[in-house]
């Protein structure tokens, strides 16, 4: 049998249910059943990397970090990534064990530490774009400014908060560790929430940066870099809309490139939520990629049939 190897980006939602579902064995057990689907996609016959997000823990973890700054030092936002990626690491990796007993089959799954290389010279250094952490009073973001050179914002309303600059990822450091476990048959957790965002300097040594990747095009990057037969992009929804939300809103079963750039052209897809999404796709499918689908985690082996899901070609 042909190996099919398969990028599987796995969204917050996958792990956070709703704001009453936020401890961590909230988490664990929201994870535990994306795993159960994607354990079947294995079965199938997929080789399987799994990239997902970390917007929310991050958050925790930095919120965790500012109440206990009077006795603690606190924790570097690149550094944050990292404790994400072991965190949601050891639950996917679990739970996908577990299931893989359960099934019988003769699997393993790890989680690899992953570095994504920036551009130090990416405009979004500049122009610093993604809210994180808490909010914050005027007062206190403007000393923070000030004192730790933050870039604060004032927030719908809501607050003050933090923003951070969200470069796109230009290469995946620990990409042939990926490959060669991929090609042992492991199943590999990697990229996790947009990778840990690392500049290069001119003797080839990384750095940290304060910066947060978007973890579809992180995962969008790697589909590419190794050159995966299939995108899939597990989020909230089990199909792509137009009019998304409107009464006349309308799924998508199958869409082209074309159309997809079409739609985004129209304005049918929202910043903060599915144009990502797409954006990272087409990348994918104008590198040579072969097909992407969109859908839930409940319906992934469904949409890997053709019931269901969106299904993106070139």
Known sequence: MTKKVAVVAIGGNSLIKDKNHQTVPDQYQAAKETCYHIAGMIEQGWDVAIGHGNGPQVGFILRRSELARHELHEVPLDVCGADTQGAIGYM????LQNEFLR?????????????VVVDRNDPAFQNPSKPIGSFMTEEEAKRRRDL????VVEDAGRGW????PSPLPQKVKEQDAVEELLSKGFVVITVGGGGIPVVE???GEL???AAVIDKDYASSLLARSIKADLFLISTAVEKVYLNYGKPDQKAIDRMTV???KQYMAEGHFAKGSMLPKIQAIIWFLEAG???????NPENIERALRGETGTLIVP
């Open 258 to 260: 074309a159309e997809a």
């Open 148 to 151: 730790e050179g933050w870039h």
């Open 289 to 295: 990629g072969k097909q992407a689908i969109i859908t």
């Open 201 to 203: 300097n001119e003797k």
């Open 103 to 115: 099934r019988g089959m003769k699997k393993q799954a790890v989680t690899v530490v992953t570095q």
């Open 161 to 164: 908060r933090r923003v951070v």
């Open 207 to 209: 750095e940290g940066v």
């Open 92 to 95: 996917l990796q679990q739970n």
